[in-house]
């Protein structure tokens, strides 16, 4: 479990103080009265309900991943009292007086996406499009409510490290099927990396340990490949007068399971399983920085995606190319402007993050649509 997160020990009431630091991460020009509202509201429940606790624990977590990511405090304040709607303990009209309509109708939205969870269970391939579409119309409308319901999948996912193998099991493949990919859709990579992980250790828990394990045994010889290949780029992007920040990492166990599936290969024959990023000011940088990559090793030419001249869907953008690396090794490399960094690692939220983007927010709406 993320050692950041805030752990509410015993059943007595906690100090406000202490209930509002735990979900009070910084955020640039938000109002956090609908915050403060919301931690009240959900102590005076806690009070009178022990079961509440659990709620108010789970509440705190997700409040501070979207903290994390930079969500308002009416967003954070919709995590925090989420559970307590699902569980009949509080209710839209109490949210709206005690708290205010804004919160109350995000509320609303993150209580009907829960109804994702059964579109695949229900019978009827006309029921299925029509329940669809009404989730894809509230999210474009605010997907704000998607993103409380994704932190809520994260916590849940932590929860269950525990539990019996069917609880598992459970939780896991509702989050490959509707969570994860929602995640991708929404380009939120911060919380995509950890419901794919999360799950398919609960899936396929033998694999997860196989590749995980195959990972760490090259750990030693990683480093010091990560190492020479960035001082290699800083080298020669500082002679080409590019500034750049640069970094090199592993890819995460679900990612490296997907390439073996898709070409067949066993964990030894995987050897792209690292990636490199390199950040720069602006996409004329961008362009200049992937000749020099080119320049230095062999580029797989059919490896190649330019998504700055054509984004994803989801707005984001990059340059993505593999090389033949030091030492005869295949590794792949992001290059992006920091703008672009910013988006790709938040993906929608970094829309909503200020109020003042609306047309952003509607171009991303139509175009999600």
């Known amino acids: 479990m993320n050692s950041d997160r805030i752990t509410l020990q015993g059943t007595a009431l906690p100090e406000p103080d202490d209930v509002l630091d735990a979900v009070q991460a ?15 509201l959900v102590a005076g429940k806690f009070s009178e309900d022990e079961r509440a606790h659990d709620f108010m624990d789970r509440g705190t977590e997700a409040a501070e991943l979207l903290g994390k990511l930079g969500m308002d405090a009416e967003t954070r304040a919709v995590a925090l009292v989420l559970l307590l709607v699902d569980e009949g303990a509080l209710d839209p009209a109490t949210i709206e007086k005690e708290i205010g309509i ?22 009827t391939e006309t029921l299925q499009a029509n329940r669809l579409r009404q989730m894809l119309l509230t999210i474009a409308e605010d997907p704000r409510v ?14 269950v490290t525990n539990a019996v193998e069917q609880t598992r099991r459970a ?24 419901l794919e992980d999360l799950a398919f250790q609960y899936l396929e828990p033998d694999t997860y340990q196989c590749i995980s394990e195959g990972l760490d045994q090259r750990h030693t010889d990683r480093e010091r490949y990560i190492a ?3 001082a290699r780029l800083r080298e020669e992007l500082n002679r080409a007068g590019i500034s750049a920040e640069i970094s090199g990492r592993p890819k995460h166990v ?23 990023r390199i950040l720069v000011n602006d996409v004329s940088h961008c362009y200049a920085a992937l000749s020099v990559v080119h320049g230095l090793w062999e580029p797989i030419m059919d ?48 829309h909503w993050q200020y109020k003042e983007g609306l047309q952003r927010r509607i171009a991303w709406s139509r175009g999600f649509l």
């Open 146 to 159: 998607v993103l409380v319901s994704l932190a809520h999948q994260v916590c849940a996912l932590r929860a």
């Open 254 to 276: 679900y990612s490296v399971w997907n390439k073996m599936r898709e070409k067949g290969l066993d964990l030894s024959k995987v050897f792209d399983v690292l990636g490199f």
């Open 102 to 123: 804004e919160v109350a109708r995000l509320t609303q939205g993150a209580v009907r996406l829960a109804s994702l969870k059964d579109l695949r269970k229900t019978a």
């Open 303 to 350: 490896a190649f995606d330019d998504y700055i001249a054509k984004p994803k869907p989801n707005g984001y953008q990059s340059l993505h190319s593999a090389v033949i690396g030091p030492e005869g090794v295949t590794i792949e490399v992001q290059i992006r402007s920091f703008a672009m960094h910013l988006h790709a690692e938040l993906g929608v939220a970094a």
């Open 26 to 40: 910084p955020v640039r020009g938000a109002d956090l009265s609908s915050l403060e509202r919301a931690r009240l």
């Open 228 to 230: 020479q290949v960035v």
């Open 171 to 194: 939780v896991g493949q509702e989050t490959l099927e509707v969570f994860a990919p929602l995640a991708n859709r929404l380009g939120v990579w911060q919380l995509k990396q950890e």
